[in-house]
């Protein structure tokens, strides 16, 4: 019978310091390798295995001229006193803050094929697999980086110390807790004493607390992010598949269904009454819709042709409108970006950006250096940084894994990613990292192949999002009532199906609200999509009129199959990486211009999509007129102006 195997943890960059002493063929080597908590036939195991190549302390290499793009090095050792000299006289600006930035690692290269086969005796050697219930205690020790030292029960040696030199520690005991208890020695407060609970005992209460919907709203209760976003918890196949539950609870009344949800979404409860705008909205002759095409994405010589003799954008209400209609070659995309998110002003020449370059990477690198000079005692008496770099880690270390750019271990991307987001928790500490703010950060980071660059077109893009993350999820709840709204407008019979269902508050659309449909759409096309919303046109909330859009497309067949309020959710959840860009954005486009046409339209709607506002052009029904938009780092995630306001003083308006 095939041993059931399930991996719990798994961690690599985990190196092991042999001593001349302990018989290493080579003083100077390096174990490098990876250390997992496996589940194996209902034991479970704490495994390391080192990698195929081990490390050689002498070919550790300092960041080099542009220490904060995703670049490989490599070096020869006849290349290391020219490129030591080089490193020297390097005047890169970045280079003065390499201190604060990851060493890489080069591969140990053997002259003959004994050497290579002694090695790989060498590093098997180190490789060991343990029961938890066989360890009698971890010791955590803290030279610069976390080391543990696994003491077994049977034995009064212990096995290899296990150096955390990348991270991990935390997530590894983390990990452990949920088998065994930990607990500290009266004798030695580094010591973590291991004791293993009765497996039967601890069965008995798993299967007493096995209710699908009690589980359903602790875990929401706890963490609404983690839940909708992490492994197992799409919030719509969750909670479909959580509710579904016994024959007996399919029997459940819609309503009640969606009393459950709305009480397992803190803060999502939303009542009609209490809030402002909601207009009785009766059938509305909206028109025609009219066609729409797409063009052609922007090259990169009409991109150049674009600028002055001294860099500047001539026309950026042109530039958007075309980037709004075709999108961004990817070639043009690194450089773009930094205008359409905030990071560079329009006007502004190629010197001029050079000086604000240089004066934010400085900027940047003193808030890394805040976070990564913080030892670990010193951690340990701050419970919210603790608390969100374990986040980060775990969230690093499953965003975008089957990307090039983020696949495979030691990973370079990874570690950029992992970094900004440690950084982004200094500049607003208030926030912090909360899970889903990864999925933001990935596609910026791998247009701009750059650290900094990367994390202040983010800080740009968390501005408008901010509210989406924020305790009160006031933004969230804002985007449903508004999309409730526009689709009552939009498809009346649809809203009133939906909401027989229990449904017309859309629930269902919250994923595709909170990180802008970055889970519904293939790569490729979420960087076309928000760099054609982060251009400000057609209206406000354009990301609205998308969800309409994909709503549109999708209600012939909801309503022909009759579909409950579990099946729409389920039905929503399957759309993944089925969308058609090109066409949502056609669809989208065209209710734009057929709102916009409308004379008579209620003021809540006009409101929503920025209609009433100053920056009004009348008469005009071609986005590639619409006004200028407020300027992206001063508009809110729902499309309103932060202007002389708090930072997290925005709330929706919806004026009747």
């Not at 001593?19 to 496996?38: A, C, H, K, T, Y």
């Not at 060498?122 to 938890?132: D, P, Q, T, Y």
């Not at 919907?213 to 992010?225: A, E, M, N, Q």
């Not at 909360?434 to 800080?459: H, K, R, T």
């Amino acid at each position: 019978m095939a041993e059931l195997l399930k991996v719990i943890f798994e961690h690599d960059g985990i190196f092991l310091h042999p001593n001349p002493e302990e018989g290493s063929l080579d003083q100077d080597l390096l174990v490098s390798g990876f250390l997992r908590i496996l589940e194996k036939d209902s034991e479970i195991l704490v495994e390391y295995r080192p990698l195929e190549d081990s490390v050689d302390p002498s070919n550790i290499l300092c960041a080099g001229q542009d220490s904060s793009s995703v670049v490989e090095w490599a070096q020869c050792p006849r290349e290391k006193s020219q490129s030591r000299q080089l490193l020297e006289t390097q005047q890169s600006y970045e280079t003065e803050w390499d201190m604060v930035n990851a060493v890489s690692f080069r591969k140990k290269n053997y002259t003959n094929g004994e050497g290579s086969q002694n090695h790989s005796h060498e590093r098997s050697r180190w490789a060991f697999s343990v029961n938890i219930s066989d360890l009698k205690s971890i010791t955590v020790k803290d030279e610069g980086w976390t080391f543990l030292i696994l003491q077994l029960k049977d034995s009064s040696s212990s096995l290899p110390a296990l150096h955390f030199h990348q991270g991990g520690s935390r997530e590894f005991l983390d990990s452990l807790r949920r088998f065994a208890l930990l607990t500290e020695c009266p004798e030695d407060e580094t010591c973590l004493l291991v004791s293993t609970p009765n497996k039967a005992l601890s069965q008995s209460f798993e299967n007493l607390l096995d209710d699908n919907s009690f589980g359903l709203i602790h875990k929401f209760k706890r963490d609404p992010y983690v839940t909708t976003l992490g492994g197992f918890s799409k919030v719509t196949n969750y909670i479909y598949d959580a509710l579904r539950g016994t024959e007996e609870q399919q029997q459940r009344p819609p309503e009640e269904v969606a009393d459950l949800l709305g009480e397992v979404i803190p803060g999502l409860e939303i009542n009609q009454q209490e809030e402002p705008g909601f207009e009785v909205i009766t059938r509305i002759d909206l028109g025609v819709r009219p066609p729409v095409s797409r063009a052609e994405p922007l090259y990169a010589d009409e991109w150049s042709k674009l600028q002055d003799p001294e860099g500047r954008i001539e026309d950026d209400v042109t530039l958007r409108q075309r980037i709004f209609k075709g999108g961004l070659c990817h070639a043009v995309r690194k450089e773009a970006w930094k205008f359409l998110l905030g990071y560079y002003p329009w006007t502004s020449t190629l010197e001029e950006r050079k000086s604000l370059q240089k004066a934010k990477t400085d900027e940047y690198f003193r808030m890394k250096l805040q976070w990564k000079s913080i030892g670990e005692e010193q951690e340990r008496r701050n419970s919210r940084l603790r608390d969100y770099r374990s986040l980060i880690e775990k969230d690093v270390n499953r965003t975008d894994r089957t990307n090039r750019f983020y696949e495979g271990l030691n990973n370079p991307g990874l570690t950029l990613l992992h970094d900004i987001l440690m950084t982004y928790c200094m500049y607003d500490f208030d926030l912090g990292y909360v899970q889903g703010m990864s999925d933001l950060l990935s596609p910026i980071l791998y247009v701009m192949e750059n650290e900094v660059d990367a994390f202040w077109c983010f800080v740009s893009f968390m501005d408008q999002m901010h509210q989406n993350f924020e305790e009160q999820m006031q933004g969230m709840k804002t985007q449903l009532i508004q999309l409730s709204t526009l689709l009552r407008l939009l498809d009346l019979a649809f809203w009133n199906y939906l909401e027989s269902q229990e449904s017309g508050y859309l629930y269902f659309c919250f994923r595709w609200l909170l990180i802008r449909f970055k889970r519904e759409l293939s790569f490729q096309d979420v960087l076309r999509l928000w760099e054609v919303m982060w251009t400000g046109l057609p209206c406000q909330n354009f990301h609205l009129l998308v969800c309409c859009a994909i709503l549109d497309s999708e209600k012939q067949k909801i309503m022909e199959e009759n579909y409950g309020f579990n099946e729409i959710l389920k039905h929503i959840n399957e759309l993944s990486m089925k969308l058609d860009i090109k066409e949502i954005l056609q669809k989208a486009e065209g209710i734009y211009l057929q709102i916009r046409s409308c004379k008579d339209l209620p003021h809540s709607i006009s409101t929503i999509l920025g209609f009433d506002t100053e920056r009004r052009v009348s008469n005009q029904t071609d986005p590639g007129s619409a006004p200028r938009p407020v300027p992206q780092q001063d508009v809110c995630s729902n499309g309103h102006c932060r202007e002389n306001r708090p930072q997290n003083s925005c709330r929706g308006v919806f004026t009747s």
